[in-house]
């Protein structure tokens, strides 16, 4: 059986929080943060096949950790149009008071 495809879109913050993260990795270790890039990346790329095997955690998002670095990828799955809407990279130390959850959230 075929897994199906889906075309994934990435929010800009994301692409922002990526790089906060990265930044940070590096001041502790040198090249940890080319690391931490890597595995985002290719978990992101995963989702293009892989996107239905997390499961929905609140409102319709999904999240997916990524493996060895305490960060979640959130994100939202439209089976219809084929499509992963990557909303956002969240560390799992942060108070979720803070997250984009509230700011974002959909009735």
């Not at 929080?17 to 090249?31: F, L």
């Not at 890597?38 to 998002?61: C, F, G």
Request: aromatic share 14%; with cysteine.
């Amino acid at each position: 059986m075929e897994k199906q495809q889906f075309k994934v879109i990435v929010f800009e913050a994301v692409a922002d929080e990526i790089q906060e993260a990265i930044d940070y990795y590096n001041k502790k270790q040198r090249s940890l943060g080319l690391r931490f890039y890597k595995t985002t990346k290719n978990l992101i790329k995963s989702l293009e096949k892989d996107a239905l095997l997390y499961q929905v955690k609140y409102q319709r998002i999904r999240c997916v950790k990524i493996n060895k670095f305490p960060y979640l990828i959130h994100y939202e799955l439209n089976e219809e149009l084929r499509v992963v809407y990557v909303y956002a990279l969240i560390c799992s130390y942060k108070n979720p008071d803070e997250s984009w959850v509230k700011e974002n959230s959909r009735s």
